[in-house]
């Protein structure tokens, strides 16, 4: 018995399986297309907050706690960085911080050339010969040190040096912590015998 099969054309389910293949590569490059849009608005978005929105002289920021003054920042420049989810302001001529107590005195104070301020973090990084000092004339030295606002602590992992005039001694070491008003403080890895100047005062990152 011969069995009759329905008429089959190989050219017409040729040109149905070169319309299903074209279908597809368009589709493939129409989302390629649209991931690349996508990236370069991404990147428009990061580039556009990510820029400089203030700059202002003669800086003074106060930093208080419960309506009592705990800390002040002078600076001649600042310049207040919008990145992408955070917000920075920059210190690039210098930088003055002060510690208060209770009683809105000054205790303590921090020099350096240049500071950064994550306002994410809460922290403000100085650097380029950074100088402590408090109202008993104890001195340190780094190349930079982090002030945490939230703590109320300022700490490095960079070579420290602490002179003290009331014990006459001058103390080294590597890593620094301490409270803000530098009435306690530890260091992390003390250097035993004499330093030359020379050893503190290149210390630039």
């Not at 149905?16 to 493939?28: E, P, Q, T």
């Not at 978005?45 to 800390?71: P, W």
Request: contains cysteine; aromatic residues 8%; glycine residues 4%.
């Amino acid at each position: 018995m011969q069995e009759i099969l329905p008429y089959s054309d190989d050219r017409s389910m040729g040109i149905r399986w070169s319309v299903f293949v074209m279908i597809g590569i368009l589709l493939i490059v129409n989302f390629t297309a649209c991931s690349n849009k996508e990236e370069d608005i991404n990147d428009l978005l990061a580039e556009n907050l990510q820029s400089k929105v203030e700059t202002g002289k003669n800086i003074r920021i106060v930093y208080s706690d419960s309506a009592i003054v705990k800390a002040v920042i002078h600076a001649p420049v600042m310049e207040r960085y919008s990145e992408y989810g955070n917000s920075s302001d920059v210190f690039p001529k210098g930088i003055l911080l002060e510690f208060l107590d209770d009683n809105r005195v000054v205790k303590s104070w921090v020099k350096a050339e240049t500071a950064v301020r994550e306002e994410k973090t809460k922290k403000i990084t100085a650097r380029g010969n950074v100088t402590c000092y408090d109202d008993e004339n104890k001195k340190i030295e780094t190349s930079e040190l982090i002030f945490d606002e939230i703590e109320r602590t300022v700490y490095t992992d960079k070579l420290v040096r602490i002179t003290n005039p009331v014990k006459g001694d001058t103390t080294y070491g590597f890593g620094f912590k301490a409270n803000q008003d530098f009435t306690r403080f530890e260091i992390k890895k003390k250097v035993q015998g004499k330093l030359n100047i020379a050893d503190i005062v290149p210390l630039k990152d």
